[in-house]
């Protein structure tokens, strides 16, 4: 799913281009077969891992109610059997898990690791291109730094997989990319197969706090949608551009000229790039969607969504998604009607919630922000199962990155990235036990050879556990 | 202008407390009486901190303080009778370190942030609670998860010192009457933050406490002196040099906000040339010279959900709160978060989770600031004598799925309603 239809045929004539006549790309004459035609493909290759056969776990699949005493059965990277399984296969590891629950990996919308990293210093603050309100050319996979020992933590707190975003003092920040939460050499080697791209959009106070106090624009949020809609504008007609060549014959002489900015919005027109637009207000997030509407493309999630119980009926009649804090409010005037049911309040109206870090802190706890939640919604009279609510940590993200026919649930057939806790995930208490990507054990609390070590962290100070 | 907040906790402030009961009952108003008639708390599992679970027992409280605690205590002809059926009941927390009630809102909202200065040339003397807004909403949003009192501190004065924190009580009343102690603390910072503020070293921050403490010293020698100009010039003005007196005199803790364990070191140090009495803010490699800090009988505030390696605490990890008590540190939790110092039982259990004993754990919340505070003869414990600082939880206190179904200060019932439950109800129903 590389970007398939119109952006990838795109990239296949550009990349005969480059092959021709580039200069550089002359400099390096690797043979490239069809598959490694697109330079910035995953290289991620799941670990090697054996047959391995969970038993007598309390499940929650993010596909049905709980399963008491349940089985799960991993294999060639899939999830295998869920349920019971009678007749394992003779090499299967076997692990006892009696007391012990069972989740699908836990999956985070919005991260900032890698390019927000630490230690939190200037020499490695990439996540922000501050210089522009529109830099939907830039690409987060070009800051990440796959060395930042935050992905190590987050992999202890159950996160397999997680969307790193530039952040949000542009209308456009740029484009997001899924991530594998295993370690690499590359950030293409954390590519998660088959995830498209993300497009980082900004509403509300950061983009006119940025730019208006530099006395240009947006300086208010009229300036904000003005931009929106400039930009739209001449996505659509670039699209149109091109589309007109390729329908003419795609004569090369006639060839439009590439624009980055442009190919990134014209790709979500096309619905290959998918929307992830940080907004607090419930006023800007319907704003937000008229917009969206105007231009005929998709919003997949709204990101912090602080007011998402004011217009949860427009999300579910829209289909689109809440990434949501469990209480983070005050800290800016757009956050101050944060309330502790959200996430239930959208949750109960049918609409796709989520529970989201943007935090390297709390991608570690994701587990216990749904517990506030599932508490607060308590408080409020909404009840919800923990089997409802292990779906905003889990198949919920899938779906707003794209991903949930991969990975989300425990689903025979899908990637077995899963999640033993030592108890139940909502408790404080519980941490994770084991972690598996893609059926291999990444890590196990009890068996320090596992825990991920970045480079930055060998060797700095004595032996520290985090 | 504040960094307790959101986001990572880079910037610091920090709060402390007195012995003297006659500066108590100079400068600390009485927090509110209760209703009249006595409020009793029958069939409660109770946590008293300072002695052994009670599995069934009863409070009595009077006048805002609890007369009695135990299995065996009466509730015939109580006022007002709680039956807890079972449930938990503890001291109300404590968080240490916050700016509840003078940072409203943390960004781009003029005239809601009173929690920190410019430099203006002001430091020691810097006395936040004399901006505390008692009908901000942040209390009653804190206070219904559990929390009854609040060091409220200073986030930076643009001086190595920071200036004084107050201990007050999350009633909603206006100052002096919502003072437990003021001041109760002097905050300093040095380390990262602190060397940031003294231009650049973490070496030229120590030097500008020392000379802060030395000028000070001197004024309280040489008042007359100076007041005639005969004495040379300080560095601090008059009102910093008075603010900086409590702390010379032991009366108030000064709490120095530091990381890595050079600079906690640099600050036993410090604290031992001048024999002032030392808090540590922070502390995030505190494990690391645990043996040299529990030598020294410092105590620590330690937000325990600290793990992210800085170069300021390369060290940092979960288990600090642990290894920390292990050593015989005494630790004191908390949030560092103002909006969000609600979430002051969610860093207690996960450092429980990672290792801390859940006595410990309890008392890190209670008594140990309590301690800390100089307020022990007050707060921090269910004992006769005692304010009546209660909380009634629907399980364990710890667990983010609990409730705190009744939250008492001074023997007063706190009302549940917060701005964000009024929204909540609001928008129950979309119409």
């Known amino acids: 799913m590389q970007l398939r239809s119109w952006l990838g045929r795109m990239a296949l004539a550009v990349v005969a281009i480059l092959m021709a006549g580039d200069p550089i790309a002359g400099q390096r004459p690797r043979a490239r077969t069809a598959a490694q035609e697109d330079p910035w493909a995953s290289t991620y290759t799941p670990r090697a891992s054996r047959p391995t056969l969970i038993r007598n776990a309390t ?52 991260s900032h690791l890698g390019v927000y990293p630490s230690p939190g210093i200037e020499s490695l603050s990439d996540g922000n291109e501050m210089t522009n309100p529109n830099t939907a050319e830039v690409r987060a996979e070009d800051s990440v730094w796959p060395q930042d020992p935050q ?47 993300g497009l980082k959009m900004a509403c ?13 624009s947006p300086a208010t949020r009229m300036g904000n949608v003005a931009g929106y809609r400039r930009a739209w504008q001449q996505a659509t007609e670039y699209r149109e551009k091109w589309r007109r060549w390729r329908e003419n014959g795609s004569d090369e002489k006639e060839r439009p000229e590439r624009n980055l900015q442009l190919e990134t919005l014209a790709a979500v027109l096309d619905g290959e790039i998918l929307v992830h637009n940080h907004c607090y207000r419930a006023d800007e997030m319907a704003t937000m969607i008229d917009i969206a509407k105007e231009f005929g493309y998709r919003i997949s999630s709204f990101h912090h969504a602080v007011e998402a119980y004011k217009v949860r009926d427009l999300l579910a009649a829209g289909n689109v998604c809440a990434s949501m804090w469990a209480d983070w409010w005050g800290f800016k005037l757009e956050a101050f009607d944060g309330i502790t049911q959200n996430i239930g309040l959208v949750h109960q109206a049918g609409a796709c919630a989520i ?67 030592s108890g139940d995930p909502f408790s404080t208490y519980s941490r994770a036990e084991q972690v598996f990507i893609d059926g291999a054990l990444m890590y196990d609390r009890h068996d320090p050879a596992t825990h991920p070590q970045r480079d930055f962290t060998l060797g700095i100070l004595p032996e520290v556990s985090r | 202008m504040s960094a307790i907040g959101k986001r990572r906790w880079r910037r610091g402030f920090g709060p402390a407390g007195s012995m003297l009961l006659a500066a108590i009952a100079l400068l600390a108003a009485e927090t509110p009486r209760a209703q ?39 509730a015939t002809g109580a006022g007002h009778v709680i039956d807890a059926k079972g449930r938990t009941v503890t001291p109300g927390f404590i968080e240490s370190a916050t700016q509840i009630g003078v940072v ?27 901006a505390f807004n008692p009908n901000s909403t942040v209390i009653p949003v804190t206070r219904v998860e559990g929390v009854t009192r609040a060091m409220v501190v200073p986030a930076g004065s643009g001086g190595i010192v920071d200036g004084q924190g107050a ?174 110092a609600r979430n002051l039982r969610q860093e207690v259990g996960n450092a429980i989770a990672y290792g801390l004993d859940p006595a410990r754990a309890l008392e890190a919340v209670t008594l140990a600031p309590a301690r800390v505070w100089g307020v022990a003869d007050r707060l921090g414990s269910i004992e006769p004598g005692r304010e009546a600082d209660l909380v009634i939880w629907s399980g364990d ?30 928008y129950r129903t979309l119409k």
């Open chain 1, 355 to 421: 529970v989201h870090s943007d935090d390297p802190s709390g991608i570690q706890r994701l587990n216990q922000e749904a517990a506030k939640a599932i508490r607060a919604a308590a408080e409020g009279g909404i009840t919800i199962d923990r089997a409802d609510a292990i779906r905003w940590l889990t198949i919920n993200p899938a779906k707003a990155l794209g991903i949930d026919k991969l990975t989300g649930s425990l689903e025979p057939g899908k990637g077995a990235d899963v999640v033993i806790w």
């Open chain 2, 167 to 340: 201990l007050v009580a999350l009633t909603g009343e206006h100052v002096p009457a919502s003072i437990t102690k003021a001041p109760a603390v002097m905050v300093a910072a040095l380390g990262e933050r602190g060397a940031s503020l003294a231009g650049g070293s973490r070496a030229a921050a120590m030097l500008r406490l020392r000379e802060a403490l030395q000028d000070a010293r001197d004024y309280a020698e040489h008042r007359d002196a100076w007041q005639e100009a005969r004495r040379r010039p300080y560095a601090l003005g008059r009102l910093d040099l008075e603010a900086l007196q409590p702390v010379l005199r032991g009366e108030i803790p000064l709490a120095i906000e530091a990381h890595r364990a050079s600079d906690l070191l640099a600050a036993v140090r410090i604290a031992g040339e001048f024999g002032v009495r030392l808090v540590l803010f922070g502390a995030s490699e505190g494990w690391m010279v645990a043996g040299e800090l529990a030598r020294h009988k410092v105590p620590v505030v330690i937000k325990p959900l600290t793990n992210l390696p800085d170069f300021d605490r390369l060290g940092a990890t979960l288990e600090n709160a642990a290894r920390l008590a292990k050593a015989g540190v005494e630790i004191v939790i908390s949030t560092f978060d103002t909006h969000n």
């Open chain 1, 204 to 216: 509300g106070e950061n983009p006119k706090r940025v730019y208006g106090s530099r006395n240009s």
């Open chain 2, 397 to 426: 206190p710890f667990e983010l799925l609990t409730t705190a179904d009744v939250v008492i200060i001074a023997g007063k019932e706190m009302p549940k309603t917060t701005r964000q439950w009024q929204l909540f109800e609001k």
């Open chain 1, 59 to 110: 499940i929650l699949t993010a596909a049905g109610p709980v399963i008491e005493k349940g089985d799960l059965l991993l294999r060639d990277g899939k999830v295998a059997a869920v349920g019971t399984v009678d007749n394992p296969p003779a090499d299967a590891l076997v692990i006892d898990a009696a007391g012990k629950w069972v989740t699908p990996g836990l999956i985070d919308t919005h």
């Open chain 2, 104 to 130: 409203e809102i943390g960004l781009s909202a003029q005239g809601t942030d009173d929690g920190s200065i410019r430099p203006t040339g002001l430091s020691a003397a810097f006395r936040v609670i004399d």
């Open chain 1, 151 to 197: 992905f190590g933590l987050a992999l202890a707190g159950g996160i397999t997989t997680l969307q790193i975003l530039p952040g949000s003092a542009n209308l456009f920040g740029g484009r997001g990319v899924t991530l594998k939460n295993v370690p690499g050499r590359t950030v293409q080697d954390m590519k998660f197969p088959g995830a498209p791209y």
């Open chain 2, 36 to 74: 009249t008639g006595t409020l009793a708390i029958t069939n409660a599992r109770i946590l008293p901190v300072s002695g052994p679970v009670i599995e069934q027992g009863t409070i009595l409280v009077n006048n805002g303080r609890i007369t009695a605690v135990g299995a065996n205590v009466s």
